[in-house]
């Protein structure tokens, strides 16, 4: 298994989990980009946004994502990003949500 989201998933390398539910799990962001950086992916592996066509997996992503911001107190607004391919910026190629927040964040794309 060469895929480190699948390899966390699997217990089989470390992660801080603050979400976990039978097939979403969302851990903290090895290199945050705002004080509050949750990964939300699911269990088993999907390439990305593209090849999602399981829409009761897609909606646990997306309350996964809106828990998670409950419970890191996000109340004043967050942020939920996916980057999908090699135009989108997807870095690692297992389908993941950013969950971001804890500051005022900028605009969503450079002008
Ligand atoms: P992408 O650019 O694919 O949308 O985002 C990938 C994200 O995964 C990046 O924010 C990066 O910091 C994070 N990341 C990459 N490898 C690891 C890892 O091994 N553990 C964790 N927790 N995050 C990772
Ligand atoms: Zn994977």
Do not use: Y
């Not at 966390?8 to 989990?17: D, E, F, S």
């Not at 969302?26 to 990964?39: G, I, M, N, W, Y």
């Not at 809106?66 to 996000?74: C, Y």
């Not at 969950?99 to 900028?106: A, D, H, N, Q, S």
């Amino acid at each position: 298994m060469d895929c480190i989201f699948c390899r966390i998933a699997a217990g089989q390398a470390p992660a801080r989990v603050v979400f976990e539910s039978p097939r979403v799990l969302a851990f903290e962001d090895l290199h945050p980009q705002a004080p509050v950086h949750v990964l939300v992916v699911p269990r088993e592996h999907v390439d990305s946004l593209w090849e999602l066509v399981d829409g009761a997996l897609a909606g646990e992503l997306l309350l996964a994502a809106a828990e998670v911001a409950r419970s890191k107190g996000l109340a004043r607004g967050f942020r939920v990003i996916t980057n999908a391919r090699r135009d989108g910026g997807q870095e690692v190629e297992h389908l993941h949500l950013h969950v971001v927040g804890g500051k005022r964040l900028g605009r969503m794309l450079p002008s």
